[in-house]
């Protein structure tokens, strides 16, 4: 598993949304298996609250609400997708791609499975906690929507 220490920082890009953030990880997964993680989210803007905008945002891509009580679900890869290489990770949400360092351990995990689990933050960041301790904060609340998207090597 990738310690702290090892993961590339996160990467904001600005948008619509406010400065959209990518943060990627490797985790064991429901499926008991260790998986490639990367979360999008947003500390928001005057204009854009995520607890607004981004459950809309991760409606509009097809992720299933944590609340669901189902499974993720598969996006569609026309909506989200991700092209991985050892050294960086590019999400292509629609027309739009972020692109942020990678480390070589989940890029085998995404390459291997051609998935990587897509994780959309409800919670605006705060800049004085790292980026591991939101994504705890942000999975131990609940505050997210989760998808299963199509990772290929590029």
């Known amino acids: 598993m990738t310690t702290p220490a090892d993961r590339p920082p996160a990467t904001p890009s600005t948008g619509q949304l406010g400065a959209l953030i990518t943060y990627g990880w490797a985790a064991e997964a429901p499926t008991g298996r260790e998986e490639a993680f990367v979360m999008l989210y947003t500390a928001g803007t005057n204009q854009a609250d995520p607890r607004d905008t981004m459950p809309r945002f991760a409606a509009a891509i097809g992720a299933t609400d944590a609340h669901a009580g189902r499974p ?83």
């Open 72 to 154: 993720p679900a598969r996006i569609d890869p026309a909506l989200a997708r991700i092209i991985t290489t050892p050294h960086t990770v590019t999400i292509h949400v629609g027309d739009t791609q972020f692109t942020r360092p990678s480390h070589p351990e989940w890029h085998a995990l995404a390459a291997r499975s051609g998935m990587a689990i897509l994780v959309v933050s409800y919670l605006p960041a705060d800049a004085a906690v790292s980026e591991g301790i939101y994504a705890d904060q942000v999975t131990d609340s609940g505050q997210y929507a989760i998808g299963l998207t199509s990772a290929v090597a590029g």
